[in-house]
T-cell receptor, first 113, second 114 residues
Framework: LAKTTQPISMDSYEGQEVNITCSHN???????ITWYQQFPSQGPRFIIQ???TKVTNEVASLFIPADRKSSTLSLPRVSLSDTAVYYCLVGVEYGGSQGNLIFGKGTKLSVKP | DTEVTQTPKHLVMGMTNKKSLKCEQH?????MYWYKQKAKKPPELMFVYSYEKLSINESVPSRFSPECPNSSLLNLHLHALQPEDSALYLCASSQERGAYNEQFFGPGTRLTVL
């Protein structure tokens, strides 16, 4: 299973765009890249998932370069409520093999007023 | 209904007690998961059920015993736990087993073992 590396923490201010990069050098051909958000004492919440190029939804964008060895989660105009831990996960399920979600250490984002 | 519910929210138990954690979802999901999360650490996968059958046990001690009575319910039976088992226990479900399926998490049960 591909191992991910993210910055342990990041600081930002309200209204700024935040980009969190995740490295996954050993990503496999069938692996998807998924990001989850977790607030203290709550379960993680799915944010976005992609395979290649760019994916955008109502809360975030995910940029994946051609070699897929890294990915960047982009949060536009963050607010105080975006303060949370963000996890990058890589994994796939196919043909009965394991490929489960394995959470890395995550990035603790702190948004200041 | 896109909610996963867990009961109880908090549980305090002694090392000789037997207790159970419960998880329920009504989204028609066929995969359900138990995770353990220690403070300031990421969630760790414990068990995966797919179509009500135990699919994956990530080498969890036998003092944790999962049960899936039906497609909507997931239990975690606890017996003879140790203080180091104190943690937040999270339940999740997804349409199917697999990393490309969005997992919906419950709020967790905060377990304290005395």
């Amino acid at each position: 299973l591909a191992k991910t590396t993210q910055p342990i923490s990041m600081d930002s201010y309200e209204g700024q765009e935040v980009n969190i990069t995740c490295s996954h050098n050993n990503i496999a051909t069938n692996d998807y890249i998924t990001w989850y958000q977790q607030f203290p004492s709550q379960g993680p919440r799915f944010i976005i998932q992609g395979y290649k190029t760019k994916v955008t939804n109502e809360v975030a964008s995910l940029f994946i370069p051609a070699d897929r060895k890294s990915s960047t989660l982009s949060l536009p105009r963050v607010s105080l409520s975006d303060t949370a831990v963000y996890y990058c996960l890589v994994g796939v399920e196919y043909g009965g093999s394991q490929g489960n979600l394995i959470f890395g250490k995550g990035t603790k984002l702190s948004v200041k007023p | 209904d896109t909610e996963v519910t867990q009961t109880p929210k908090h549980l305090v138990m002694g090392m000789t007690n037997k207790k159970s954690l419960k998880c329920e979802q009504h989204m028609g999901h066929r995969a359900m998961y138990w995770y353990k999360q220690k403070a300031k650490k990421p969630p760790e996968l414990m068990f995966v059920y797919s179509y009500e059958k135990l699919s994956i046990n990530e080498s969890v001690p036998s003092r944790f015993s999962p049960e899936c009575p039906n497609s909507s319910l997931l239990n975690l039976h606890l017996h003879a736990l140790q203080p180091e088992d104190s943690a937040l226990y999270l339940c999740a479900s997804s349409q199917e087993r697999g990393a490309y399926n969005e997992q919906f998490f419950g709020p967790g049960t905060r377990l304290t073992v005395l």
